[in-house]
């Protein structure tokens, strides 16, 4: 029975969902860090209070050590990713269909197969 790689009713394996989730969950957080180290130095610059500057100085230093232990997640994460779907790529035999489906619904995850260019 042919799978078409499109279909929505293909699952991931609960194990493969985890991992979509992790890295889901790592790059949305990665952007609200990246967003809260703008605004503070925003807020620094505006300051006229030293101590004030200096909390904020301090919130940037937080915000930038957990961006970069998100982002050493991230790239965990997304290291197993790619294996995964190295591995589904590599099934031979009755479930070469739904393992090729399952890749292609990784690389959809991963922003591999989106059609539509970021202008960002």
């Not at 982002?71 to 197993?80: N, T």
Request: with cysteine; proline share 2%.
């Amino acid at each position: 029975m042919e799978v078409p790689s499109w279909d929505y009713r293909i699952m991931l394996a609960p194990s493969q969902m985890i991992l979509v989730t992790q890295y889901l969950v790592l790059q949305e957080s990665i952007a609200d860090l990246e967003n809260e180290i703008v605004d503070c130095q925003v807020d620094a610059s505006r300051e006229r209070d030293l101590p004030r500057v200096k909390i904020h100085r301090k919130d940037i230093a937080e915000a930038q050590e957990d961006l970069q232990t998100h982002k050493i997640d991230k790239e965990r994460v997304e290291r197993a990713l790619k294996r995964e779907e190295e591995r589904l790529r590599n099934v031979v035999g009755g479930g070469e269909t739904l393992a090729k489906a399952q890749a292609k619904k990784l690389r959809f995850y991963l922003g591999k197969d989106i059609k539509t260019v970021c202008l960002r």
